[in-house]
């Protein structure tokens, strides 16, 4: 069975760590609890496994009984020490304060009750932590699978992971593409949006943060201003409201609205957004092409292309923690821009044969990178590049 990298660090973790208490999150469907079914398996430790997928929402009672219940279980077993894994914990209301009035008194009583929490929410997760579990916890990010995962679990080549994406649960289904196309929408997105947006937050438009994905998955890869975004989706909303929506849905590991470099925080932050996808099947499911019509149209395959290279980078700026960004001036741009302690990185992606580097050159000039990049057939392949963790960039 295949496994990811994350799963040594773990066991690495609770081999090394008496009090234990771990948070993974990340999209639907990436394989979390997998990767806690593999871990108990090579641990060998004694375990309780619930999930709050089912729960009453807001059911904080619930997760004191499972608490407990480990608690019993641990005081039963032959050994001293034991394993609570909780799925969808993002469900509790206030989780995070009944999870840490429940540790700090097993601290108290000197139990040895190891936690692992799985989450799809990223931003519900990181609020909670924040806010009551500081010092408590090491979390993970589990983002997409990876080019390199994909081939290695399933023997896809680049071109079959830019159309078909990182998400191996539908990976059985390529060969009847319809019903790919099928799993993929009902299955990932609906269900990603009805119960890790729309059940756990306020939404007061949910038509229009639906038209907006649909918009940014068209448009992945693209800088649009908010204004020209509501005016493409004929609606009376704000450009507050979309720039909150484009944030639930990054958080849920869909759709990312990528910030314009710039040295302040603020200009950033007033910039246009660049929409990209965190995995391209998002974009695949929802196109009336198949695969083949799709390769053998250039412009739309290079546009597909250009996307998967900036989903491969969003995923590895979660997991590897460096910032990602575009840039433009005028009428040069720079597809993206990574820069981690420091040090800066341009990357252009060129899909065709050819392509200008004055972008390159007027970006260069003006903020002395320490390195500039050109993806595509001229520079570093994108399908090698496709290969490499950015991180080992800088």
């Known amino acids: 069975m295949f496994e990811r990298n994350q799963l040594q660090i773990l066991i690495k973790r609770m081999q090394e760590q008496r009090r234990f208490m771990q948070v993974i999150m990340g999209p639907r469907q990436v394989g979390k609890t997998t990767l806690v079914t593999q871990l108990t398996a090579r641990v060998k430790i004694d375990f309780h496994f619930v999930s709050a997928d089912s729960v009453a929402a807001g059911n904080a009672i619930w997760l004191e009984q499972q608490w407990e219940a480990a608690r019993i279980k641990l005081a039963l077993s032959e050994t001293k020490e034991f394993l609570l894994v909780i799925d969808e914990i993002q469900k509790i209301d206030n989780w995070s304060e009944t999870v840490k009035l429940l540790w700090d008194t097993d601290t108290r009583n000197n139990l040895n009750l190891k936690v692992i929490m799985l989450g799809s929410s990223r931003l519900l997760l990181q609020q909670g932590l924040t806010e009551s579990l500081a010092g408590r916890f090491e979390s993970t990010y589990m983002g997409h699978w990876s080019f390199d995962e994909m081939q290695q679990a399933f023997g896809w080549n680049t071109?079959?992971?830019?159309?078909?994406?990182?998400?191996?649960?539908?990976?059985?289904?390529?060969?009847?593409?319809?019903?790919?196309?099928?799993?993929?929408?009902?299955?990932?997105?609906?269900?990603?949006?009805?119960?890790?947006?729309?059940?756990?937050?306020?939404?007061?438009?949910?038509?229009?943060?639906?038209?907006?994905?649909?918009?940014?998955?068209?448009?992945?890869?693209?800088?649009?201003?908010?204004?020209?975004?509501?005016?493409?989706?004929?609606?009376?909303?704000?450009?507050?409201?979309?720039?909150?929506?484009?944030?639930?849905?990054?958080?849920?590991?869909?759709?990312?609205?990528?910030?314009?470099?710039?040295?302040?925080v603020i200009r950033q932050r007033s910039s246009s957004p660049k929409f990209q996808v965190h995995n391209t099947a998002l974009i695949s499911a929802q196109k009336n092409d198949l695969f083949k019509d799709t390769l053998a149209k250039p412009d739309e395959w290079g546009r597909m292309v250009e996307s998967a290279i900036g989903a491969h980078l969003i995923n590895h700026s979660l997991t590897e923690k460096f910032n990602l960004h575009y840039w433009r001036e005028r009428n040069e741009e720079v597809d993206f821009v990574i820069e981690r302690k420091g040090k800066v990185i341009g990357l252009e992606v060129k899909s065709g044969a050819t392509g200008s580097t004055s972008e390159m050159t007027a970006f260069k000039n003006k903020f002395t990178p320490d390195k500039v990049l050109l993806i595509g057939n001229a520079g570093l392949s994108w399908h090698d590049f496709l290969k490499l963790n950015p991180v080992n960039l800088f």
């Not at 071109?159 to 998400?167: A, D, E, I, K, S």
């Not at 990932?188 to 007061?204: A, F």
């Not at 994905?213 to 068209?218: D, H, P, Q, S």
């Open 159 to 264: 071109n079959q992971y830019v159309w078909f994406g990182g998400y191996p649960g539908s990976a059985s289904l390529i060969d009847d593409e319809e019903r790919w196309k099928t799993y993929v929408t009902e299955s990932l997105i609906e269900t990603s949006i009805s119960k890790d947006i729309l059940m756990l937050t306020r939404v007061d438009k949910p038509a229009l943060m639906k038209r907006l994905f649909e918009l940014g998955c068209l448009y992945s890869g693209q800088i649009l201003s908010y204004t020209k975004v509501l005016g493409q989706l004929q609606d009376a909303g704000n450009t507050t409201t979309l720039s909150h929506y484009l944030e639930l849905l990054d958080t849920a590991g869909l759709l990312a609205g990528i910030e314009k470099y710039a040295p302040d």
